[in-house]
């Protein structure tokens, strides 16, 4: 399938160069985030989006569920031990079990379609415990295909696994969403996290992990149907209040937002208000974060030694004050990486999501 087919079949709409999908990439199981409101540092887990990769690849796709007591995960190919994985193995590595802060986002979510996107907190193994258990060839080794219960399928290298980066935590077998056990539509008993991927490469309901010598790069579901293997995050920024074309009253106007990057943590935020050149947005303190939720405190980021915030693949809360006048306004936003990656002024390609310089119109009155 093809990414025209792909995108038809998930409700693409195509405008020129341009892919607008018109029912976010797979089932979004609540309403925008753009309400108008200041959007928490974690997202819940009842208001979180979930997608399901194979959905709208896959004909007669159904929503898996998997008794947890049954659950396996096969672990196969170059290895000298293969492996089932129960519960009971993941439950024993609880010692090894890290709490990690990422944020999702849908690979298709844009300016025309937003809320596919939210942060939690993904406690997890590293899947590294479990290769290494089965005996790797870490020497013939390039990849390990990935299957789904759903029969979505994707791939990660081997070095990808085992040197992360830094600012990165290798890929988790999840078992836990915000200190609750994930939901079948979270990928319930199982799923990988990656750090800093889009959600296509965390692949959800697991129970497979084969160790091949392939190297290509055209493996899995989404990379079938033409979109990029690597599934880092590109860094993009979004405005949650005021409400697109809502109305404001005269004075002080508070324009907030997120931003957020798989490459590196965000540096900055840049805002202009119609048109006037671009002035830093306040980034919100880490101790505000901190002290926003319970859960934090007990993240690898937070707890942890070798990570600076902002983090990579995480979202930064963003504010910027202005005095308005009765009028139209528009508010454009622009992030930057500590990479130095930033937004494009214009952004047509889907195959690594559009994230051009996002912008926000509004009334004061």
Not at 19 to 44: H, Q, R
Not at 142 to 162: H, P
Not at 192 to 208: A, D, E, T
Not at 213 to 239: I, K, M, P, W
Request: aromatic share 8%.
């Amino acid at each position: 399938m093809d990414r025209r087919e792909f995108l038809v079949r998930s409700g693409g709409l195509i405008l020129g160069a341009t892919v607008i999908s018109l029912t976010g990439c797979e089932f979004n199981s609540v309403d925008p985030i753009t309400t108008g409101k200041s959007v928490s540092f974690l997202t819940p887990v009842d208001e979180f989006y979930y997608k399901n990769g194979a959905e709208t690849s896959i004909r007669d796709w159904s929503l898996p569920i998997v008794d947890r007591s049954a659950w396996q995960l096969r672990i196969d190919g170059l290895v000298s031990n293969p492996l089932n994985i129960s519960i009971a193995d993941i439950e024993a590595e609880s010692a090894n079990a890290i709490n990690l802060l990422k944020t999702m986002r849908c690979v298709i979510d844009s300016n025309d379609v937003q809320g596919l996107i939210g942060t939690a907190v993904w406690r997890g193994v590293p899947l590294r415990i479990f290769l290494e258990r089965a005996g790797i060839d870490t020497i013939n080794t390039k990849r390990l295909f990935l299957y789904g219960e759903d029969t979505f399928t994707n791939n990660i290298s081997l070095n990808e696994l085992l040197n992360p980066g830094e600012g990165l935590i290798e890929p988790l077998l999840v078992t836990h969403m915000n200190g609750q056990p994930l939901t079948a539509e979270h990928g319930a008993p199982v799923r990988l996290i990656i750090h800093n991927s889009f959600g296509y490469k965390n692949v959800k309901w697991i129970n497979r992990v084969e160790a091949t010598a392939d190297d290509t790069t055209l493996f899995g579901t989404y990379q079938e149907a033409g979109f990029v293997d690597d599934g880092v995050q590109r860094v993009v920024s979004r405005a949650t209040d005021p409400l697109q074309n809502g109305q404001v009253p005269a004075g002080t106007v508070e324009v907030q937002g997120f931003a957020v990057s798989g490459a590196a943590g965000i540096s900055s935020v840049m805002v202009s208000v119609n048109g006037r050149g671009f002035t830093e947005a306040i980034i919100q303190a880490q101790e505000d974060v901190l002290a926003s939720d319970p859960l934090l405190p007990e993240t690898i980021q937070f707890a942890g030694e070798g990570f600076s915030y902002p983090f990579t693949g995480v979202w930064v809360k963003w504010s910027h004050k202005f005095e308005a006048t009765p009028g139209a306004y528009k508010v454009d936003i622009k992030a930057v990486d500590a990479a130095g990656n930033e937004q494009p002024q214009t952004d047509n390609e889907i195959s690594d999501s559009i994230n051009a310089i996002s912008s926000i119109t509004f009334s004061v009155v």
